[in-house]
């Protein structure tokens, strides 16, 4: 059974950082693309980041870009965002999803985990 | 980027009725297109893929249709545990992957 699992969410203080983190099980995670996709309280799904299987090819959005950092260890079957410089606009539930082998939606999600960025 | 525009925001509809949820691309997305299932405090879940290919698992009730700008959603026939947000996505023009901005399917 495919699973994908975070932690590392929690209250932070604008500017300052976090590191959440996907632990991946019942698949071969070496093979397969991952993303971090955020959902603001009350709104809609925005696509953060996209990781390689190889770790070759990284995209971020906009709005995170030069802030957050997608990195993933297959040996481990994890994958990470490091989120620095938070702003209290990156408040969402943040999940982990998987691309399948051919295709560039997401095939399984992770529960998310909740960052609050706020004084 | 490629903007996603769901219709209507909110969509009433009896148990039993036939709901139709529309989505619109900004550009054509060929059949890159998905469509997914949110429930209150879950995670989405991946109904249709490909515009009309239907996930392991998921009823035959959903059902995808379109391709270039213009894309559908239907359940056939609604029941209690369908009540939720649903939302496309395209995958054809990426970076960035977008989503639309939800349909919610209340009981009327």
């Known amino acids: 059974e495919v699973q994908l699992v975070e932690s590392g969410g929690g209250l932070v203080q604008p500017g300052g950082s976090l590191r959440l983190s996907c632990a991946a099980s019942?698949?071969?995670?070496?093979?397969?693309?991952m993303n971090w996709v955020r959902q603001a309280p009350g709104k809609g799904l925005e696509w953060v980041s996209y990781i390689s299987s190889s770790y070759s090819t990284i995209y971020y959005a906009d709005s995170v870009k030069g802030r957050f950092t997608i990195s993933r260890d297959n040996a481990k079957n994890s994958l990470y965002l490091q989120m620095n410089n938070l702003r209290a606009e990156d408040t969402a539930v943040y999940y982990c999803?998987?691309?399948?082998?051919?295709?560039?939606?997401?095939?399984?999600w992770g529960q998310g985990t909740l960052v609050t960025v706020s004084s | 980027e490629i903007v996603m525009t769901q219709s209507p925001a909110t969509l009433s509809v009896s148990p039993g009725e036939r709901a139709t949820l529309s989505c619109r691309a900004s550009?054509?997305?060929?059949?890159?297109l998905a469509w997914y299932q949110q429930k209150p405090g879950q995670a989405p879940r991946l109904l249709i893929y490909?515009?009309?290919t239907r996930a392991t698992g998921v009823p035959a009730r959903f059902s995808g249709s379109g391709s270039g700008t213009e894309f559908t959603l239907t359940i056939s026939s609604l029941q209690s545990e369908d009540f939720a947000v649903y939302y496309c996505q395209q995958y054809n023009n990426w970076p960035p992957l977008t989503f639309g901005g939800g349909t919610k399917v209340e009981i009327k």
């Open positions: 550009q054509s997305v060929s059949s890159n």
């Open positions: 490909g515009a009309s």
């Open positions: 019942g698949f071969t995670f070496s093979s397969y693309e």
């Open positions: 999803a998987r691309i399948p082998i051919v295709g560039g939606y997401f095939d399984y």
